[in-house]
């Protein structure tokens, strides 16, 4: 029979146990390794079928084990210490703390929003890539000491659990998370009652949500949920799972998430006490509408600034304190809606009713040649409502400043303000205990995690000094457990696809622990390739049953929901890895997650990586299997682009540019593949000296970890976005009080304004013939038109570099001019300069005006500039179609 309702009866803990009940609620737990053994050894086996989750532990500890618990004086001893140890961790002084004292400008506090949070597989709220990078971002902001709020949402599915059918076509199941299972506990108003938010919908309905909070280490985790009673059916479901429904329910998502985030972060404060933020960060687009609802705020008239703000400049008060990170170049990352859909969910009679529907539009709107006029697009949105933006590695900034050039006309590629911070991951979510261990042998514990969570290279160096046999046998150990686990993991799939005992003997014999072993995981986008390795099958089966020096490959990935083409990839590979040839050397493993991919990684030799360049963003499952010691196999994209080295990895030479279809463009890239597999990456590994030790390998295992090492941190990636993104913002923030806010909304009208008028004549230089001298110095002077503006609101620019045959100015230099007269009788300000000729070769110039103001975070921003009639070229295109 079924039950239709369902709770959970906690049990209750011996007062000597207490304090485990808040060491399960705090997911510090999930990267503090003793905290762990500690729950572990309460029960060894329940611990493993509950996959590692102290809550659920809890929940099965028979009275009978409490009680002999409650009276283990070991157990207790090991308990304090674990409670000091979080006490200490949340609340003395970290990095932060440390910097704050030499920059008094740092923000008191930053919220960070996010559509998925992967924090845990005990908390799963996440997809893939993007939530497990925000995540991260938290774990290492509460290592580091920033004081970060999360939001997000609590998703009553998740996202789904993957299986197969027996012919390997994916399977999805949505089972129901109750989040009193989940390490959550609810936000409540000083009386008791839940906190609510509420957001007004069309036709008079209302959404409601309660909050969560997720403690995780310092940081506080805040998610809505709108399955409450007081909610109607519909928007009961509106957090019923990731990424799924249609166009409507995704936007209701996305209008809780940002809206209803910042509400819930005001609650948040209000009750705890926690500073406001001062910087409101958006990972990828899905948060943007937090904007809105900050200059919705700002529009309430109040006591210190009694009329409120108009648009214009709470959208400059709002702007400068937000920043927003763009993750994808693919355009079906990006949420595009239709402009009637938002128009109907804004206005009088629905959300933000203050605020002119039009205005609202007008910041989705995809105003660049190309651009559809009927979608809001949000990554647009995204770009207009902050400040400061980026992309997640050096490729993805430069590709995402092509991409969306297009926003800022009459601007070259590179002069587009979009930057980028290169992603990191959580050394101690992703490193395997028994490499923390060899790190702690040589340069103690308190070091190791250091170096793992601040990022000191030196610390780093000690790697160097680890004698060979030990890095091969910590190698060959998470190599044999990577192997026990994958017959475990495969066993459970394959009579989950109806297979009885008796068929499944030859498991025992699926994969081998001293063969050389390369992982392949992600999600299953097209652009990512996930059955490239299948293109010449023979070849690869060649490889997987080489005699001497055979390969062994481990697959996992989940394909969206409605990716049909996605789920084909899975089965081709599937049908592929059932063979009996080869079923011993090939394994796809189904529903990857954290869980799984905390054991994948460390146990692999090789991770490959074969995304269609420019397309992977960043990547970042190859920096947490490099954390590990295995090495990086993978196409010059995203951030191997920036960091490969032939001393500590391979790269497969890419096709991009010279094969322009796709099939020409797969078929290079597999035969380079499988070639640097068969001639450099299997002699290699199999090539050992006296005492057995691949001595060439070892040595590139090193490398990988001072080399990479302190650069793939997500300690590194928090402290460039505090330093770069977060304090600037904050500063920013703090210039705009309402006055200026005003001043800074009606000076950009002004310009905008004038702009038309603003006219600039051709340079005059001190007489040069067709060729100059190198070192000398030209005497630049140009009359500039400025209308209605003064002389200091424009900055006129000389800019010089190297030309093509084209006469397009590389590598460009912007030396700015001075008025040294004006105005003449046609109104013309004279400027001037010095132009060095400190390069030899091909040379140019032009000159430009852009508008000029202290509170401008770059000259590209209000996307004006006026060049003389000669230099008028087309405006940059768009990749976004
Ligand atoms: C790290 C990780 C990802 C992201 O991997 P990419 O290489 O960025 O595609 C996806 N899923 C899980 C479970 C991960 O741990």
Not at 701 to 720: F, I, N
Not at 763 to 790: C, H, K, M, N, Q
Request: proline share 7%.
């Amino acid at each position: 029979m079924k039950a239709i309702r369902r709770f959970t009866v906690r049990p209750v803990l011996p007062e000597p146990l207490r304090p485990l009940s808040a060491l399960a609620r705090n997911l510090r737990w999930s990267w503090q390794t003793e905290t762990r053994a500690l729950f572990e050894s309460a029960d060894p086996l329940l611990w493993a079928r509950t996959a590692g989750d102290p809550l659920r532990l809890l929940a099965g500890l028979p009275p009978r084990r409490l009680t002999e618990l409650a009276a283990d004086q070991e157990f207790l001893t090991r308990l304090n210490t674990a409670t000091a140890e979080l006490h200490h961790y949340v609340t003395g002084p970290r990095w932060y703390q440390r910097q704050a004292e030499n920059s008094p400008g740092l923000p008191a506090a930053v919220a960070y929003f996010s559509p998925e949070f992967g924090v845990t597989a005990a908390l799963p709220q996440y997809s893939g890539g993007l939530g497990i990078l925000a995540g991260d971002h938290l774990k290492s902001a509460s290592d580091l000491g920033v004081p970060l709020i999360g939001v997000g949402l609590l998703y009553r599915h998740g996202y789904f659990r993957q299986s197969l059918s027996r012919d390997g076509w994916q399977q999805e199941r949505y089972p129901v998370l109750d989040p009193n299972e989940l390490p959550v506990t609810l936000l409540r108003e000083t009386d008791g009652t839940p906190t609510q938010i509420a957001l007004a919908l069309p036709a008079g309905r209302r959404l409601r949500a309660r909050v969560w909070l997720a403690q995780v280490g310092r940081v506080p985790l805040l998610m809505l949920d709108s399955d409450v009673e007081d909610n109607d059916p519909g928007a009961r479901e509106v957090t019923d799972r990731l990424y799924g429904g249609g166009s409507e329910h995704r936007l209701l998502q996305e209008m809780l998430l940002g809206i209803g985030g910042v509400r819930a972060v005001r609650a948040y404060c209000r009750l705890t006490g926690h500073p406001a933020p001062e910087v409101f960060h958006t990972n990828e687009g899905h948060a943007g509408f937090l904007g809105l609802e900050r200059i919705h705020e700002l529009g309430i008239p109040g006591e210190a600034d009694a009329e409120g703000l108009d648009f214009d400049a709470a959208l400059e008060a709002v702007r400068a304190g937000t920043v927003f990170t763009t993750h994808t170049p693919v355009p079906a990352g990006i949420d595009r809606f239709d402009r009637e859909l938002v128009g109907r969910h804004f206005g009088p009679h629905a959300e933000l009713p203050g605020i002119d529907v039009e205005k609202v539009l007008r910041l989705g709107q995809e105003t660049y040649p190309g651009g559809q006029p009927g979608l809001f697009n949000m990554a647009v949105m995204g770009l207009r409502l902050a400040q400061r933006a980026n992309g997640v590695s050096t490729l993805h900034g430069q590709v995402s400043r092509e991409m969306f050039a297009g926003l800022w006309p009459g601007f070259d590629a590179e002069e587009v303000p979009i930057t980028s911070i290169t992603n990191g991951v959580h050394a101690p979510t992703w490193v395997a205990p028994e490499v923390f261990a060899l790190g702690a042998t040589m340069i103690g514990a308190a070091r190791t995690e250091e170096a793992m969570t601040v990022g000191a290279s030196e610390r780093w160096d000690a790697v160097a000094d680890i004698a060979d046999q030990q890095v091969w046998d910590v190698r060959s150990t998470l190599r044999a457990q990577l192997v026990g686990e994958v017959r475990a993991r495969l066993t459970a799939s394959w009579r989950q696809r109806g297979a009885g005992t008796a068929e499944l003997g030859w498991i025992d014999g699926v994969l081998d622990p001293e063969v050389l072993t390369i992982g392949f995981a992600r999600r299953v986008p097209s652009y990512k390739r996930l059955t490239l390795m299948l293109r010449d099958k023979d070849r690869l089966r060649a490889l997987l049953l080489h005699p001497e020096r055979p390969v062994q490959i481990v697959v996992a990935g989940k394909a969206h929901p409605a990716d049909d083409g996605g789920k084909r990839l899975i089965q081709d590979l599937v049908r592929f890895a059932d063979d009996p040839r080869v079923r011993h050397r090939i394994v796809f493993l189904p529903d990857y997650g954290m869980g799984m991919a905390q054991k994948l990684y460390p146990g692999c030799d090789v991770w490959l990586n074969n995304p269609l360049r420019p397309l992977e963003a960043c990547g970042t499952s190859g920096m947490k299997a490099a954390l590990n010691g295995c090495l990086n196999l993978s196409v010059l994209d995203g951030w191997w682009d920036e960091w490969y080295e032939p001393d500590f990895g391979w790269s497969i030479p890419t096709a991009d540019g010279t094969a322009t279809d796709e099939d020409r463009r797969d078929e290079l890239e597999s035969k380079a593949l499988y070639d640097l597999l068969e001639r450099r990456i299997a002699p290699r590994f199999y090539d050992r000296d006296g005492a057995g030790l691949p001595q060439r390998w070892i040595e590139m295992v090193r490398q990988t970890l001072t080399s990479l090492g302190p650069k793939v941190l997500a300690g590194r990636m928090v402290r460039d976005y505090v330093e770069r993104l977060y304090a600037p913002a904050a500063r920013g923030h703090r210039s705009l009080d309402p006055a200026t806010a005003r001043s800074l909304a009606a000076w950009k009208e002004r310009v905008r304004d004038a702009w038309p008028h603003v006219e600039v004549d051709q340079p005059e230089t001190s007489a040069i013939g067709a060729t100059a001298e190198f070192g000398s110095t030209l005497a630049l002077r140009v009359r500039v038109r400025t209308g209605t503006l003064g002389p200091d609101e424009v900055e006129v620019q000389a800019v010089a570099g190297p030309v093509d045959a084209d006469d397009r100015i590389a590598d460009a230099r912007a030396v700015p001019l001075k008025p040294v007269a004006g105005p003449d009788l046609e109104g013309r300000w004279t400027y001037e300069g010095p132009l060095a000729l400190d390069r030899t070769g091909s040379f140019g110039y032009t000159v430009r005006v852009l508008p000029s103001h202290r509170l401008l975070a770059s000259a590209a921003e209000l996307g004006l500039v006026a060049v003389p009639a000669e230099a008028r070229g087309e405006s940059a295109g768009v990749l976004m179609r």
